[in-house]
């Protein structure tokens, strides 16, 4: 197994997804490699906080394929000279995030209303990592009204991007936070989250249409249109 090999594992191995063999090279690996022990750190940490806020209970059969597409694709995205004053950290935990959010119980898929399929949900991880390793990756970061962050990646050559929402608390008095986009004169949702949830990854297709990400507070279930006024509202020109 090569040394390109065995960092490929990174994901596989913090969700414990990897054979007696594959593990132990890991542990050599580590032992010697500083870059994947940030890695395994990142998406430890990354994976426990996503999972805090999902409530979705993904199929038997979902975790296995997820699990497929993440050990061929790295989790990191190379380093942007563009875009200096953003945190690597910050980039490197956005990445961790997005590559194992699906089988850490808050998938891009299960997260929504209606579980998916396991088809869908590891094209969605595809798509994550494909957005977050283009090489006009730009990363943006608002404050949420009540504490908490969203932070947004968007690649214009992928027309895609990925939103990451993790807010200090959840709405009381059975309401959600909900995720929309600014198309011209309309605003589109992008997806409610559950009662009590905090934590979403969601990515957004044909993102060269939208001015804005928004977030707001809706009543369980989401709204057709936003509630005035939103808790983040960044913009993407």
Known sequence: ????????????????AVDDFERAAFDRHL????ACRAEVD???????RLADGARSVPPPSLRGSVL????????VAPPVPARPAFPRSRLRLLAAAAAVVV???????????RVRGEHAAAEQARAGQAVLSAPDL????????GGGRMTIAVSRLRNAGVIMLAADAAPGDHRVYQLWTVRGPRAVSEGALAVGQTTTVRIVQGIDQASDVGVTVEPAGGSRTPTRPMVADLKLA
């Open 103 to 113: 089988a850490a119980g808050g998938a891009f898929a299960v997260q929504e209303p």
């Open 138 to 145: 730009q990363v943006r970061e608002q404050t949420l009204t």
């Open 42 to 48: 990142d998406l430890r940490e990354a994976s426990a």
């Open 1 to 16: 197994m090569s040394a390109a090999d065995v960092h490929a594992l990174a994901g596989a191995y913090v969700l414990d």
């Open 31 to 34: 032992r010697e490699c500083e």
């Open 68 to 75: 497929t597409a993440i050990g061929t694709t790295r989790q």
